[in-house]
Nanobody, 121 residues
């Protein structure tokens, strides 16, 4: 069984910064990619950013230039540095990982429970 646990959410003023972390644990053979999505109240989940095991990153247009995704492969941890935060960034942020549990298994996706980020003055 694999678990993803996020941390780092909270209340921040517009223009401020937060850093989210997500650690994967359990039966993990290899991780292909890790990333973040968010869901604001009353809205659909929105993909935010992702990073592969080779370090290739991708961002949603809405966060490009303000958010940075990074990864510590040794710790199976992904980070999301969020700068210049706006009220519209308010959402529950969840991390995901595409991984496989054994050398002969297939890749599958796992999601964390999420951490709330509120941007408000």
């Amino acid at each position: 069984q694999v678990q993803l646990v996020e941390s780092g959410g909270g209340l921040v003023q517009p223009g401020g910064s937060l850093r989210l972390s997500c650690a994967a644990s359990g039966s993990i053979f290899s991780i292909y990619s890790m990333g973040w999505a968010r869901q604001a109240p009353g809205k659909q989940r929105e993909w935010v950013a992702s990073i592969t095991n080779g370090g290739v990153t991708n961002y949603a247009d809405s966060v490009k230039g303000r958010f940075t995704v990074s990864r510590d492969n040794a710790k199976n941890t992904v980070y999301l540095q969020m700068n210049s935060l706006k009220p519209e960034d308010t959402a529950t942020y969840s991390c995901s990982s595409v991984l496989k549990a054994t050398s002969t298994g297939t890749y599958f996706e796992v999601w964390g429970q999420g951490t709330l980020v509120t941007v408000s003055s």
